[in-house]
């Protein structure tokens, strides 16, 4: 089911400018706003021309979820009335757009002055290290809505960061330094935490589920990828202990996501594959990451939040100059919602470790967004920083924001495993060139849709420098 986009709009205005046609402006902004189908919440169209009136507005903001706080200028006013607001979104990292309405330029009285309430109240949030977005549009131009739209989708996948928990089951690998984190910097940054589970005591949940819970997951697969039946069963129920223990850990703790250290424990203790049963975790949407790549799994949350659809964390493993083309894979954790419909989702066994079960298929064609939080030489914990905007302009946040795009086509799997051939939007030994040049982590996330103006906003929101890989 879709989650519902939620805007805070607070028309605010000065009594001595011309109230009615603000009120005209205010009026048309929420028609239009509701008529795309976002929910409003706030002040409505109802204009707020006093302190009094914009702390009940406050009561309301912080009793109310919402994505996005809209102040619009419906005519001039000091910026008290939009500090007082906007530090109430700022305490949640809710987005701020301020909207200006023009004024005709008839020969006679300036009637709103919309633009100069803006700015006023634009220089009192930078004082404030308060972030925000603006715009100068009339009340019923598209492009609004637009751009309304885009900040509310950053505002809702920041606010399914903030407070979420992630679990990390054992350590990632020696040599996999990309996998690497630290829990205080997610927590500034994000208002993530990371929660770190004892990989001995999930083998052990695995290897003590249930028949029945092994069944159900069994027979669950098998109407995805019939031939599982065919492969080694001890194996492939050994799979669905490892998708029962993980499910319970991540109900049981309430985790947002997982980050698991897959290999070699899996294999060696457990005879199996643990791919397929984070697969079936990535489909219902609690990301799941392998080699214990909790920043991964953060990027993944992040982008499932921007397209309320799954996302799936990947390598990129090939790329071909003559046909301007990359191959992202990975063994076989992708949801199966990704496969591409004219091709046949297979159980499979893993290439390397020749152990069930995974998922085969080719990616399905479609745009995708490319993301990756991504983790530089140079940082600094959290604790060693005033905040995340101090500690940006100081240089001291070692993390950026790894943002790319293009269109996955359809072609035939490039390996065993989940595979898919992307045409990013710029040539593919440029966007390699980036990822070696800058030493970027061998794993990516990807999701279907163009989310890139969003994941901007989300950047920007947060203090995080912006690596272009479009």
Not at 187 to 203: C, I, K, M, S
Not at 267 to 296: H, I, K, R, W, Y
Request: charged residues 20%; contains cysteine; hydrophobic residues 45%.
């Amino acid at each position: 089911m879709t989650t519902e986009l939620i805007v805070a709009l607070v028309a605010i205005a000065r009594p001595t400018f011309d109230v009615s046609l603000a009120q005209a402006v205010a009026d048309t902004a929420l028609a239009q706003i509701e008529q795309a189908g976002l929910k409003v919440v706030g002040s409505r169209n109802t204009l707020i021309m006093d302190a009094d009136g914009a702390a009940r507005v406050q009561h309301e903001l912080r009793n109310t979820p919402h994505d996005l706080l809209v102040l619009l200028q419906a005519s001039f006013a000091d910026s008290s009335m939009a500090v007082a607001l906007a530090e109430v979104a700022a305490e949640r990292c809710i987005p701020v757009l301020l909207w200006a309405v023009p004024d005709a330029r008839a020969g006679g009285r300036l009637r709103l002055n919309s633009l100069c309430g803006i700015n006023l109240a634009g220089h009192a949030l930078m004082l404030r290290s308060i972030a925000y977005d603006y715009l100068l549009t009339q009340a019923d131009d598209p492009a609004a809505l637009a751009k309304i739209a885009t900040l509310a989708r950053a505002g809702r996948a920041l606010r399914t960061l903030h407070g979420a928990t992630l679990g990390v089951v054992g350590e990632h690998p020696a040599g996999f330094d990309t996998c690497a984190y630290d829990a205080d910097d997610l927590a500034q940054l994000f208002g993530v935490t990371v929660r770190p589970v004892a990989l001995a005591e999930t083998l052990a949940q695995a290897a003590a589920a249930g028949d029945a819970d092994r069944n159900r997951f069994v027979a669950r697969v098998t109407e995805l990828a019939p031939n599982v039946t065919e492969l080694e069963q001890r194996a492939v129920r050994g799979t669905a202990g490892v998708y029962h223990a993980l499910r319970t850990l991540a109900d049981e703790a309430r985790l947002s996501g997982v980050a698991v250290r897959c290999w070699p424990e899996f294999f060696t203790e457990l005879g199996c594959a643990a791919c397929g049963a984070m697969s079936v975790l990535n489909e219902e949407q609690c990301p799941a990451s392998c080699e214990a790549d909790v920043n991964g799994t953060l990027t993944s949350l992040l982008l499932q939040a921007l397209a309320d659809a799954p996302a799936f964390i990947t390598d990129l493993v090939s790329i071909e100059a003559a046909s301007d083309s990359a191959v992202l894979w990975h063994c076989g954790l992708a949801p199966t919602s990704m496969a591409d419909p004219e091709a046949e989702i297979l159980g499979t066994i893993h290439s390397n470790r020749k152990l069930p079960l995974l998922f085969e298929f080719p990616l399905k064609p479609g745009r995708v967004t490319v993301a990756r939080l991504h983790r530089t030489a140079g940082r600094h914990s959290a604790a060693e920083t005033q905040g995340r905007r101090d500690a940006q302009r100081n240089g001291e946040v070692g993390y950026q924001l790894v943002i790319g795009g293009g269109e996955m086509v359809r072609a035939p799997k490039s390996f065993t495993g989940t595979s898919g051939v992307l045409r990013f939007d710029r040539p593919a030994t440029a966007v390699f060139d980036t990822i070696m040049r800058m030493g970027l982590e061998h794993h990516v996330s990807i999701v279907y849709g163009d989310y890139c103006a969003e994941l901007r906003q989300v950047a920007r929101l947060v203090g995080l420098p912006v690596v272009e890989l479009t």
